[in-house]
């Protein structure tokens, strides 16, 4: 009788938790999904489309508050490069990103020969102007997303473009 009168108490905060984790992972989706790139625009201005480079990013949302990011690029079979990163969300305005693993240099615009697994943490801030989101990390990284179009500014001035 007990287990009765408590069931539907129980459904229902299951469902306002269930919703409510829905919503907040909701958030991502303008983020979530591959990214492949279009461009890459050296500080020089000489502009490598494929085949001359290939390359791809993967948003993938774990939950509210956490994201995988996975990066690849190549130029030729001999220079693949690979990056792993874990974004920790504060709030829609405040982020961590965590690189764990890279080899080839990982997400930067030159191959390096290597791999690593030491993991680099850098904070950023999430500005949003309507359906523009520019994420800028501490470590001079920005990331656009505006509706499927991403660019990614790398410190030392490279312009990648990516669709969805």
């Known amino acids: 009788m007990l287990t009765k009168r408590l069931a539907a108490p129980v459904l229902c905060l299951l469902l306002i938790c269930a919703s409510s984790c829905t919503d907040d992972i909701k ?3 303008k983020f979530k999904g591959i990214w492949v790139l279009q461009s890459r625009v050296l500080p020089d201005g000489k ?3 494929p ?7 993967e948003w993938f949302p774990m939950d ?4 995988h990011l996975s990066f690849l690029t190549t130029y030729d079979p001999e220079s693949v490069q690979v990056q792993g990163d874990h974004i920790t969300l504060k709030g829609t305005t405040a ?3 965590t690189t764990y693993m890279k080899f080839g240099g990982g997400l930067s615009p030159h191959y390096t020969e290597g791999a690593s697994t030491e993991t ?6 999430i500005a949003e102007d309507r359906t523009r989101f520019t994420w800028t990390d501490d470590a001079g990284l ?3 997303f ?9 410190p030392d001035g490279t312009l990648d473009t990516l669709t969805q």
């Open 146 to 154: 505006d509706g499927d179009l991403l660019t990614i500014r790398h």
């Open 47 to 49: 502009e490598i489309t």
């Open 142 to 144: 920005t990331l656009t």
């Open 95 to 97: 982020y961590d990103r």
């Open 27 to 29: 958030w991502q989706n």
């Open 64 to 67: 509210a508050e956490h994201a």
């Open 51 to 57: 085949p001359a480079i290939s390359g791809r990013m």
């Open 120 to 125: 680099l943490t850098t904070s950023g801030t």
